[in-house]
């Protein structure tokens, strides 16, 4: 599985999923494997230190499971220096 499309997969699942794996899965971060739900942990560091574990740095995804768009959305503001 490419590196590039394992990511997008698996937000793509989130979003398509994100109610019924909130009703399970509510506050937990999601170790994710392209579009498949590997485990729950209780931070994202237990998760990510799972990831790497069975697939090495960068070959898996970590996500939040909260309801609304705050899930997998990021508002980047500009740097202004005066």
């Known amino acids: 599985m490419a590196k590039q499309n394992i990511h997008k997969l698996a937000l793509n699942y989130f979003i398509k999923h994100q109610k019924e794996l909130c009703k399970k899965y509510k506050g937990k971060e ?20 799972a990831g790497r574990k069975l697939f090495g740095s960068g070959n898996f995804s970590v996500q939040e499971c909260i309801p609304g768009d705050d899930a997998y959305t990021v508002d980047i503001q500009p740097l202004v220096f005066a």
């Open 30 to 49: 999601l170790l994710m494997r392209g579009a498949k739900v590997i485990d729950a942990y209780d931070t994202f560091h237990e998760a990510a230190a």
